[in-house]
């Protein structure tokens, strides 16, 4: 017996779970303050214990600032720059391909946007950067 899929059953309109496996400043102050409440008043944490904790809690904030500012520092050094990106339509399965140089960069909402004419890219639609040589040539055809 052959079976074969029917699109409705396999639609997008089940509903999806988005995970996020990074932990991050508010999730580990979270836990501290937890174990903190939670520790044996007769044998509680040990200085040593909480200073590393400390430690290692303000060596992930200085990771994350240094992330962001070299997402900033990727993200200015595009502008002048021929690109080639691909802009998702919202509630569409399709995209809008966008050529062209990078006029400006905006951060907002804690994300990079790259301005090209009149398409705003976040920099996760970024495909490829040309070099100038190619940009050349592109503006020339």
């Known amino acids: 017996m052959r079976v074969e899929q029917n699109s409705y059953i396999y639609s997008s309109n089940q509903p999806t779970r ?9 999730e580990f102050l979270k836990i501290l303050i937890v174990q903190l409440q939670n520790q044996d008043p007769l044998s509680p944490m040990e200085d040593k214990d909480f200073i590393a ?42 995209i809008i391909p966008v050529i062209g140089r990078v006029d400006s960069v905006t951060f907002s909402s804690g994300r990079m946007f790259l301005q090209v004419g009149e398409y705003t890219l976040s920099l996760e639609e970024l495909v490829s950067v040309f070099s100038e040589e190619e940009a050349q040539r592109i503006e020339g055809v």
């Open 18 to 26: 988005q995970v996020n496996n990074q932990l991050g400043k508010d």
């Open 53 to 94: 904790q400390m430690a290692q809690f303000s060596t992930l904030e200085q990771i994350q600032n240094m992330s962001k500012d070299f997402q900033s520092l990727k993200a200015m050094n595009l502008v002048g720059k021929m690109i080639y990106g691909e802009k998702d339509i919202e509630n569409s399965s399709q």
